[in-house]
């Protein structure tokens, strides 16, 4: 499976990584990154946090944040490829703004924080399934 991950911690990106060895897995960690990459490549996965840079509880009008890349993915611009996608950031407003313009785009979309997904998805073998 071709997984895309925006994602600036890098210690949660050694957790997706060992979570996610036996992927096809592509990690950025600006909001320029995954859009050049979503252009470029057909992904079936694709994880988005929001805040990015290393700041916490960022607007969801700033530009290198997931909001960006969602306005990106929902745009006309955009040749959805239909991937899945996880909103697993831990600002909650911005990931529920997140998922509401994705969803209402279309595309399948699920917001599940990133403590979740190492607690309770990450375990299960059929997550990716």
Do not use: C
């Not at 997706?16 to 996965?45: C, G, M």
């Not at 509880?57 to 890349?69: K, P, R």
Request: hydrophobic residues 40%.
């Amino acid at each position: 499976m071709r997984i895309l991950i925006l994602e600036d911690n890098m210690d949660r990106m050694a957790v997706f990584n060992d979570r996610l060895r036996t992927h096809d897995v592509t990690h950025v960690d600006t909001a320029a990154d995954a859009i050049q990459q979503l252009k470029k490549n057909e992904f079936e996965l694709v994880f988005l946090d929001h805040d990015l840079g290393g700041e916490m509880f960022v607007s969801t009008a700033d530009t290198n944040t997931g909001s960006e890349v969602v306005r990106w993915m929902v745009s006309p611009e955009y040749e959805k490829h239909s991937p899945v996608v996880i909103v697993h950031s831990h600002n909650e407003p911005a990931a529920v703004s997140m998922e509401h313009a994705l969803a209402y785009a279309g595309l399948e979309v699920h917001r599940i924080d990133f403590r979740t997904l190492v607690s309770q998805h990450f375990s299960n073998p059929d997550f990716l399934t």
